[in-house]
């Protein structure tokens, strides 16, 4: 329970008169008087948990060995305690009063004549005295011979009780070792079943009855959303969900937000529960007591109930629902109760408007009307959860109910609300929280009861004030609600949704009906500028990312998602919208793209963007013009990979194409991704992959100039008059003289000049003869070093191009190489188990042909192989 206000403040049970410990769920409470709920007859005998409430509450010991073994009450409720059973069990089963141990009195026994015992009945041993006897007759031997199995069954127990108190001690630390133990056994499904009974008869009691079946809904409402609460240790990493007595803190998580396990264990709880009638319970509750409306009653617990078992749109949940609605409830008294519930909101509203409390600013002047925001909040938020998953029965039955004598129209009643909130630009602009919540969950609720489309709805909201309003909202900023956008990176404000509500109006139209209504009332102006500020809002966080060498955060990323899909909004509503004006038919479109008309400005800009796509689908002999969020990768998606698709792919009919680009898709998706991140986080590679062509282009014009060098170089640059040996080109002779010698030398061996091996370069070896002297000229050495040049940045060239598709390129090849194995194994193992199966099929037909228990065993057989 999480309220805490029935009963008598949820105290510490009938005896101490101690507040209830806020770590143990107050799922068993107590009254004014001390008494427990009749409802707490539903887990066992009262008066044991009455002993379990005190002994908890007045025994820290025990408290401890609870958050030890990190029970719950919850928990021992969910999961059942089977026996025999661990330190809580024993507790939950524990005689009410400690058994003490008395002394024992040394009395003479006296012996008194019992009358014949016909029954097994407690026969308590009599010690014999100074009193004489009389001679035991048959009946006494039968009595004796029954006492004996007694004494023997109760030595057994006891034994077993010692042994249950021995190890219950060990458990609990030693407290309370005198408490009486025995083994329980609880399940979670025979507890829902008794609570639904008790509910059935009790709920249209006032007093302790309601407020029971408060408590019961609580339990119930605790259970499913346990299932998606994330507990937390003290930096904030997720624990496991048997650890929550251990968190540090906790976070309620939405069931979008869960993983694909978790939320199949979420709805897997729902769906439990709706089987075990308690959909229909809540239902018949809210139904039976339908005009009741007021805030904390039993309907509004219900209501809060309800919106928990829809959460996450549960299909099972909503159809058991509406089964009910249109077989059981046919006097439409849910619907009933809803309708009222949002006549009292407006009506509370409608109020605070005439006395200016609505669009002040003012924090103070909305607590006011917090109450009927919030209730409000609810209703809708239930008819939303009801529509969700593009459910049409429930679309049309919140519209339309042909099953009832009395009509009630809910989509009317939340666009009036929304009217009525969003009167003026200046008034969306001071919105509280308060305020923006109920604009947010209004315009959520009629964008559900659209999609699908559900044709009825859309022509019913194109056609009331709900599109003026929608200009005031587009035209209007609220800074509260750019904080909640800024906090929640996934939020989306209102203004955003209103973006969405217009989309969601022209969606799947066969007709024009919608487009010309909202063609004749919506300012495109609001929502150029709207576009315009979202655009750079997207680009400035690419920009900031890129100059930080960085990839974007996943915040980050998150509001890219969200200003995409607000963009993808306002282009759709302006391309249906852009088809009317032009006069186009919706057929299919014959020529070149060229040839067709180009728009809007504002269809073009955003084009030109490259934040949202346009394509044009053939379907069904029409063409839809579809709008879609780009990756901001796409400008890493290499022209090389594009024209190879356009190579390879057939494009001559529509399905091979299709076939063709579902087959690329993989690797156009790797090499985009691959790209991105590597040019993100390297701003060498970002300008190489920006360049490449260029940079190629540029190692092609140096090998031009280095082939052009080389040919108009003379041959004597390469040969000179007395070539090196190639074998030792780097140790050749030079003269020397030699001490006291002529300087003019001039003779063969005996000229006063001595060799002597001197070494140089490999440079100098091309430039200079055996006798050291120059053989190049000033223009021969001046295209040599050209050429040097040429040839070294050529081959750097060829380094940076080589290394950048190794960068690149191997780990796609890689993946496409993993990818085709994977192929491979998956169509083996169907061809494999084709196989198998063929033979299993041929085996059991031999086997029935020959009949009997041996084709039976070889089915078997070949089963389990």
């Known amino acids: 329970g999480s309220s805490g206000s029935s009963g008598g403040g949820g105290g510490g049970g009938a005896r101490g008169g101690k507040a209830a410990n806020p770590k143990i769920p107050p799922l068993i409470r107590s009254t ?93 041993p009599q010690k014999s005295g100074s009193i004489k006897i009389k001679e035991p007759s048959i009946q006494d031997e039968k009595a004796a011979a029954i006492q004996g199995a007694f004494r023997k069954k109760m030595a057994r127990k006891e034994m077993a009780e010692k042994r249950a108190k021995k190890a219950y001690s060990r458990d609990i630390g030693g407290a309370n070792p005198n408490l009486l133990c025995s083994a329980v056994a609880l399940s979670w499904e025979a507890i829902t079943l008794r609570l639904v009974r008790y509910v059935k008869d009790h709920f249209w009691e006032p007093g302790h009855g309601s407020d029971t079946c408060k408590l019961i809904f609580e339990t119930w409402m605790a259970h499913l959303v346990k299932a998606r609460t994330y507990p937390l240790d003290a930096d904030g990493n997720k624990l496991p969900l048997n650890e929550i007595p251990k968190a540090h803190s906790i976070k309620l998580v939405s069931p979008s937000d869960l993983t694909d396990l978790e939320r199949a264990a979420y709805h897997r709880r729902q769906t439990e529960l709706s089987r075990m009638g308690v959909v229909e319970l809540l239902a018949k509750v809210i139904g039976a007591l339908a005009s009741d409306t007021t805030d904390g009653a039993l309907p509004d617990v219900a209501v809060e ?42 009506e509370g509203l409608y109020e605070a408007k005439k006395n200016g409390r609505i669009g002040t600013g003012d924090e103070d002047k909305a607590s006011l009307i917090a109450h009927d925001c919030e209730s409000a909040v609810t209703t809708a938020r239930l008819l939303q959860l009801l529509t ?68 009825g709805n859309q022509d019913h909201i194109a056609k009331s004030d709900v599109i003026a309003a929608i200009n005031l909202i587009v035209h209007a900023e609220n800074w509260r609600d750019e904080a909640l956008a800024l906090d929640e990176p996934s939020y989306m404000g209102i203004r955003g949704l209103s973006c969405a509500l217009l989309a969601a109006c022209l969606e799947g139209r066969e007709d024009d009906m919608c487009q010309m209504q909202l063609e004749r009332r919506l300012e495109l102006v609001a929502l150029h500028e709207y576009r315009k500020d979202l655009e750079q809002a997207v680009r400035g966080i690419l920009k900031a990312a890129k100059q930080s060498n960085r990839l974007p955060t996943q915040d980050e990323v998150e509001q890219i998602k969200v200003s995409q899909a607000i963009l993808v909004s306002i282009m759709t509503v302006v391309t249906e919208l852009d088809k009317i004006k032009m006069g186009r038919p919706k057929s299919l479109i014959v020529g070149d793209d060229d040839d067709q008309p180009s728009g809007e400005d504002l269809v073009e800009a955003a084009e030109g963007d490259r934040l949202v796509g346009l394509v044009e689908i053939a379907w069904r002999g029409k063409i839809e013009r579809t709008c879609f969020p780009l990756p901001f990768q796409i400008t890493y998606l290499t022209d090389k990979t594009k024209n190879l698709f356009l190579d390879e792919v057939d494009l001559s009919t529509s399905e091979k ?28 590679y970002r300008v190489l992959h920006e360049k490449l062509p260029t940079f190629q282009l540029l190692i092609y ?165």
């Open 388 to 455: 969700e998953g593009h459910n049409r029965d429930f679309q049309e039955y919140v519209r339309h109910q042909p099953m009832y004598a009395v009509q009630v129209d809910l989509v009317k009643k939340c666009s009036e609300m929304l009217v009525l909130v969003c009167d003026s630009s200046f008034v969306v602009s001071k919105f509280t929280f308060v305020e923006i919540d109920l604009a947010h969950q209004l315009l959520e609720t009629l964008i559900e009861f659209m999609l699908g489309p559900c044709a």
């Open 305 to 346: 109930v309800f919106v928990e078992f829809l959460n996450g749109g549960n299909g099972e949940v909503q159809k058991v629902l509406y089964q009910y609605l249109t077989d059981v409830d046919l006097d439409g008294q849910f619907l009933r109760h809803l309708s009222l519930r949002l006549e009292r909101s407006f």
């Open 32 to 124: 004014a008087s001390g008494g427990l709920y009749e409802a707490s007859g539903v887990y066992s005998v009262q008066k044991k948990f009455k002993a379990f409430k005190a002994a908890v509450q007045n025994n820290p010991k025990i408290l401890g060995a609870l958050q030890r073994r990190r029970f719950t009450m919850v928990g021992i409720l969910e999961r059942g305690v089977p026996g025999p059973p661990p330190a809580v069990g024993r507790a939950l089963s524990a005689n009410p009063k400690p058994v003490e141990k008395k002394k024992k009195k040394k009395t003479p026994a006296v012996v008194a004549e019992k009358p014949p015992l016909k029954s097994k009945a407690k026969i308590h």
């Open 701 to 865: 014009a140096l090998v031009m100039l280095l082939n052009l060098n080389v040919l108009l170089t003379p041959a004597s640059v390469f040969t000179g008059p007395d070539p090196i040996d190639s074998r030792d080109r780097r140790r050749f002779l030079l003269p020397k003289k030699k001490a006291g010698g002529n300087d003019d030398g001039g003779g063969s061996g005996d000229d006063g000049m001595t060799p002597a091996v001197v070494e140089i370069s490999l440079f100098e070896a091309f430039i200079y003869d055996l006798d050291g002297d120059d053989v190049l000229s000033l223009s021969e050495r001046t295209s040599l070093y050209i050429t040097t040049v040429l040839a070294i940045l050529v081959v750097v060239g060829y380094i940076v191009i080589i290394t950048n598709m190794a960068v690149t390129e191997v780990p796609l090849l890689v993946q496409e190489i993993d990818q085709g194995i994977s192929e491979a194994r998956e169509e083996e193992d169907a061809l494999a188990a084709e196989a198998s199966a063929k033979s299993g099929g041929g085996e059991s037909g031999a086997g029935d042909e020959g009949g009997g228990e041996e084709a039976e065993e070889e089915d078997e057989e070949e089963e389990g192989r």
């Open 657 to 684: 194409r299709m076939k063709g680009l579902i087959k690329c898709a993989d690797r156009f998706i790797s090499e985009m991704e691959l790209i991105y991140t590597k040019a993100e986080q390297s701003r060498v």
